[in-house]
């Protein structure tokens, strides 16, 4: 074996381990060092290349959410955090869900628009983080920012329709579905419906605990 895959086998396993801690944290249990992990959105750091691969290694689909081809190592996961997800710009901007400083997902809003106020949002976690509400929560987090600090008023954000997580994501944060954009997305030979959810500052907020964000 090429000492190139070694040092990429160690890489994965170390952040396999991370992603471990990180799970306990959100179950209630204790890592073996250290307190209970917080939750919290914040800005993503050139640190967290290791868990970004750890996140793509467990689910391959979210390559998806990123536009960049190779992403199987720790150094081409720093590049898309240097070049897409730490970046902020006043049409962009993402925040990862930290679970005890370990970055297992993102919320974002791209396309924001200060003429219409618009903005589209994104998301993704890890599938240790899924199952527990977080998504809705970070979610609901980042739309409320967006509304507050950025007076946006209409947030915009689209799921295959072959994803009910993601739609039940979006109803529980406030985006009420508005309609069904035929055959949207290309996925290989094969193209998919993609239904589209909004929420407008003026919609009530959605019942749920948010994120410290920062």
């Not at 994965?12 to 939750?39: C, H, N």
């Not at 970055?103 to 199952?131: C, Q």
């Not at 949207?184 to 239904?195: A, I, M, S, Y």
Request: contains cysteine; positive net charge.
């Amino acid at each position: 074996m090429a000492a190139a895959d070694l040092h990429l086998i160690s890489r994965t396993k170390r952040a396999a381990r991370s992603g471990t801690r990180a799970a306990a944290a959100l179950s209630g249990t204790r890592p073996e060092a250290g307190p209970m992990a917080a939750v919290e959105l914040r800005p993503w750091r050139e640190s967290d290349a290791e868990s970004l691969l750890h996140a793509l290694l467990a689910c391959p689909d979210l390559r998806k959410q990123f536009g960049y081809g190779n992403m199987s190592t720790v150094a081409k996961c720093l590049q898309v955090i240097r070049r897409q997800l730490a970046i902020c710009l006043p049409s962009t901007q993402n925040f990862a869900v930290s679970v005890g400083g370990q970055a297992l997902g993102n919320v974002g809003i791209s396309h924001i628009e200060h003429r219409l106020d618009t903005g589209w949002m994104h998301y993704w976690l890890a599938p240790e983080a899924r199952g527990r509400g977080l998504a809705t929560r970070a979610v609901a987090s980042v739309a409320g920012w967006a509304f507050r600090e950025q007076d946006l008023f209409r947030l915009e954000l689209g799921h295959r329709v072959n994803n009910p997580a993601s739609c039940s994501v979006a109803i529980r944060a406030g985006f009420p579905a508005e309609g069904v954009e035929r055959q949207k997305v290309k996925e290989g030979r094969h193209r998919l419906d993609v239904e589209t959810h909004a929420r407008l500052r003026t919609d009530p907020p959605p019942a749920v605990e948010l994120l410290p964000l920062r």
